[in-house]
Antibody, heavy 120, light 106 residues
Framework: QMYLVESGGGVVQPGGSLRLSCAAS????????MHWVRQAPDTGLEWVAV????????FYADSVKGRFTISRDNSKTTLYLQMNNVRPEDTALYYC?????????????WGRGTLVTVSS | IVLTQSPGTLSLSPGERATLSCRAS???????LAWYQQKPGQAPRLLIY???RRATDIPDRFSASGSGTDFTLTISGLEPEDFAVYYC????????FGPGTKVDVK
């Protein structure tokens, strides 16, 4: 069975920082690109960031560029999202997802997500 | 690429046929379009990729077609578990999702 388990969400004040983690199991983690996608309450889906299988390249949505950093540790089969200078509009359920290599970025495994709430 | 889905809500009865539309603001490269189903309180589930290819374990009542800027997801006979929100997604040099179509019980 293939699993993605997100953690690290919580309540953070505007301007604060948070680090999300995603533990992968049941598949060859180091063969897949990994993404973060978020979903604000009762709204649609927004792609956040992607990192290549080897961790050498990362790309970001304009809405988070310069504030968020995606990284991975293939030895630990874990994906991360460092969120700095967060804003109220970053409030969302954050999913980590795997995909094939570019451009086949569709998502066949979804975890439960981890909820981030930005509020003072 | 901006994706528009219509209708916003589709009210149907079990057994009826559902036809959902996804329109792209520009032509979608190589049919790089996927469809997802999301039920309340659950994560989305991949239904279709490559515009028309069913994902693993997806029943054949789900079918999809289209090319260029116009894509369609069809559910040939709605089962009770099919009432949900459906999203289309474009993937190429970027990833964008449509706003979703809610299929609810008439």
């Amino acid at each position: 069975q293939m699993y993605l388990v997100e953690s690290g969400g919580g309540v953070v004040q505007p301007g604060g920082s948070l680090r999300l983690s995603c533990a992968a199991s049941g598949f060859s983690f180091n063969r897949y690109a990994m993404h973060w996608v978020r979903q604000a309450p009762d709204t649609g889906l927004e792609w956040v960031a992607v990192i290549t299988y080897d961790g050498y390249n990362a790309f970001y949505a304009d809405s988070v560029k310069g504030r968020f950093t995606i990284s991975r540790d293939n030895s630990k089969t874990t994906l991360y999202l460092q969120m700095n200078n967060v804003r109220p509009e970053d409030t969302a359920l954050y999913y980590c997802l795997r995909s094939e290599y570019f451009p086949y970025w569709y998502y066949d495994i979804w975890g439960r997500g981890t909820l981030v709430t930005v509020s003072s | 690429i901006v994706l528009t889905q219509s209708p916003g809500t589709l009210s149907l009865s079990p057994g009826e046929r559902a036809t959902l539309s996804c329109r792209a603001s520009q032509s979608v490269t190589s049919n790089h379009l996927a469809w997802y189903q999301q039920k309340p309180g659950q994560a989305p589930r991949l239904l279709i990729y490559g515009a028309s290819r069913r994902a693993t374990d997806i029943p054949d009542r789900f079918s999809a077609s289209g090319s260029g800027t116009d894509f369609t997801l069809t559910i040939s006979g709605l089962e009770p578990e099919d009432f949900a929100v459906y999203y289309c997604q474009h993937y190429s040099n970027s990833v964008t999702f449509g706003p979703g179509t809610k299929v609810d019980v008439k």
